[in-house]
């Protein structure tokens, strides 16, 4: 989880710039894929964005 002054601000505008994609493209060398990152991944799953991939994921 991101720690800091503003840091839930920060992942609610990322939130909010999924809301306002077409689709999702997650750059992600090697696979590696990061706390935040899955919990965007999970919300634009949610939210029925397609999503691509960089490096082939897990996710």
Same mark, same amino acid.
């Given at each position: 989880?991101?720690? #800091? %002054? #503003? /840091? #839930? /601000?920060l992942?609610? !505008?990322? !939130?909010?710039?999924?809301?306002l /994609?077409?689709?999702i !493209? =997650? =750059?992600?060398?090697?696979g590696?894929? #990061?706390?935040?990152?899955?919990r965007?991944i999970?919300?634009?799953?949610?939210?029925?964005? %397609?999503i691509?991939?960089?490096? %082939?994921?897990?996710q």
């Amino acid at each position: 989880m991101p720690a #800091g %002054p #503003g /840091a #839930g /601000a920060l992942d609610a !505008l990322h !939130l909010r710039k999924i809301d306002l /994609a077409d689709r999702i !493209l =997650v =750059v992600n060398p090697g696979g590696y894929i #990061g706390e935040s990152t899955s919990r965007e991944i999970a919300y634009a799953h949610a939210t029925g964005k %397609p999503i691509s991939f960089t490096d %082939p994921s897990d996710q």
